[in-house]
């Protein structure tokens, strides 16, 4: 291997060497590209006009609205357009519901991220062989990713019903009394962790299972030569080798819930008494729900979102800056 | 050697049976889904509820749905919506991924860092301008509304960048010795042999946006202009609990999806760890 390479670039470049003669009669053609790279400016950035337009129409205006709007209080008609300074972050930061609010955002993303990579890892590690069994398994496994939240959502409340719910029924079954899982303040959240937990599996294993697929195979052979086997296989050797793919999936599931709208608007609308509002769904209270049109404090919250999310993505750069330095 | 032999078939037989006892949970919600929507309420607001339909199957839930809510118009809105979607984001991230990768325009780092940028902004976070200028243009509750913020993606532009960096470029050299035009490379020698990346920004942008959620609640106010994804939440009602009818909604929502996560797991794999490796 090592040796044919380089005496192939050798044969590449012999015949390059051969062909200049060939190109030299020509010189139009590269006076001519050159002449075209020089005016590239106008021409070959046209290919990014489609896409710039949108960005600038959808991302970029609207993220400096979103700054204006923060510094902007609401009048009787509606329009967010008097100056307000920074009153609404004053009155987001001393509003102890945004406090709560906070700490549900964080709990959300604590109960849907670990537990999900977690179901996952272990499924992944089971199913990484290549058989015929283990693709329908991959099928079945990866199903769940195809149900949208508004879909998942509805099939679960139908389990989380209270009286003829699956869910009470199988606890009842052991001799409990049944959960008000949607409508007890200590239960919502979690409910609504569970539904999201059971939506991000599929992706999760279909992304562990390509990870688990690119490890060569001599690594897991020599491995085994080694003695290595079952449990202390897959924890010294399969695990660190997808550590990036682990990762990846941990802050995008993380900034994934950050985003999460659908399955609380279906399940419980934030409640009972807010015990299920994230940061998201509270932008949607005020914003929007009910005609509220609180754009000012609702903008005040999103830019709290925005920085959130901002700095877990430099995490995730710093990190796969270190992954590649491994590499 | 043979007691050996014994204790692996064991072990494999033992880890088979693990992994059907977690596919049968996992799979439940789907299995259910489907089978409560066909299911008469005898069966499925019975208390204990049946999982199995003891009184025969019907299709008076599925029928109820559609008379309930515009289904068949909310199906061509999400079809209409998502393929345009689809279409013009392979088209905006196939332009801007050929300048980046294959002409190499100057400043392409600059540009590449802009478009990866935008990937960085929640949706969710910059909701409230956008819906204020679909409403300035007085687009709400148009089809228009449903597919103008979605038309690029700094997704896309990064999966097509990614293929295209290791695109043959004696191929694109050679057809310009021809004297071929950018647009006439683009077209007829990058987009056919990109047809694999091609096809799996594709099924993730169908997946992504076929199942989207916020933006569709907001800015389609009434039922013709909805998409299945918000219709079918309106099957539920607070004091009438039926979950047949609901999940009859829920399985029409999902079985084009479903097929193609059954069929394309190649494809949605692919498009997956465009952003994990790397």
Known sequence: ?327 | MNLNRVSILVKRTFGILILLLLACIVAFPVYYSFMGSLMKNADIVSSPPRIWPEHGLTWSNIVTAVHLIPLGRQYLNSFGSTLAITFSQILTSLLAGYALAIMRVRGAKIWFALFLGTMMIPGEAIIIPNYLTIASLGLRNSFIALVLPYLASGFGIFMMYTFLRQFPMELVEAARLDGCSHLRILWSIVLPLSRPAAASLAIYTFLTHWNGFLWPLLVAETPQMQTIQIGITQLQSPDDFNPGLTMAGAVMAVVPTVIIVALCQRQIVRGLTAGSSR
């Open chain 1, 1 to 327: 291997m090592s040796t044919s390479a380089p005496q192939s670039a050798g044969q590449n470049s012999s015949i390059r060497s051969q062909q200049i003669p060939v190109e030299k009669p020509e010189p139009p053609h590269r006076s001519q590209t050159q002449r075209r790279s020089q005016r590239t400016p106008i021409t070959q950035y046209w290919y990014f006009l489609p896409a710039s337009i949108v960005f600038c129409i959808f991302v970029a205006y609207p993220l400096f609205q979103t700054l204006r709007l923060s510094l902007s209080g609401t009048d009787l008609f509606g329009s967010a357009d008097t100056f307000v300074g920074v009153r609404n972050f004053v009155r987001l930061f001393t509003n102890p519901d945004f406090v709560k609010i906070l700490i549900n955002t964080a709990l959300f993303a604590l109960y849907t991220v670990v537990p999900t990579i977690a179901i996952s890892l272990v499924i992944s590690l089971m199913l990484n062989r290549e058989s015929l069994v283990n693709r329908v398994f991959r099928t079945v496994f990866a199903l769940p990713f195809a149900y949208s939240v508004s879909a998942a959502s509805i099939v679960f409340s139908a389990f989380f019903n209270p009286a003829t719910g699956l869910f009470n029924e199988v606890i009842k079954q052991f001799g409990g009394s049944g959960v008000g899982w949607l409508t007890d303040q200590r239960f919502a959240l979690l409910s609504i962790a569970l539904t999201t937990v059971w939506m991000n599996i599929g992706y999760n294993i279909l992304v562990l299972l390509a990870g688990l697929g690119s490890v060569p195979e001599d690594i897991v052979e020599a491995a085994r030569l080694d003695g290595a086997s079952g449990l202390r296989l897959q924890h010294y050797i399969m695990i660190p080798l997808i550590r990036p793919q682990l990762f990846f999936l941990i802050v995008t599931g993380t900034i994934q819930s950050l985003e999460s709208f659908g399955q609380i608007h279906v399940l419980t609308k934030g409640g009972p008494a807010s015990s299920s509002t994230t940061l998201v769904y509270d932008i949607y209270l005020h914003g929007f729900a009910n005609n509220n049109s609180n754009f000012g404090y609702a903008s005040a919250e999103a830019l709290v979102l925005i920085l959130v999310v901002a700095i877990i993505t430099i995490i995730q750069f710093g990190g796969m800056g270190r992954k590649v330095d491994v590499a």
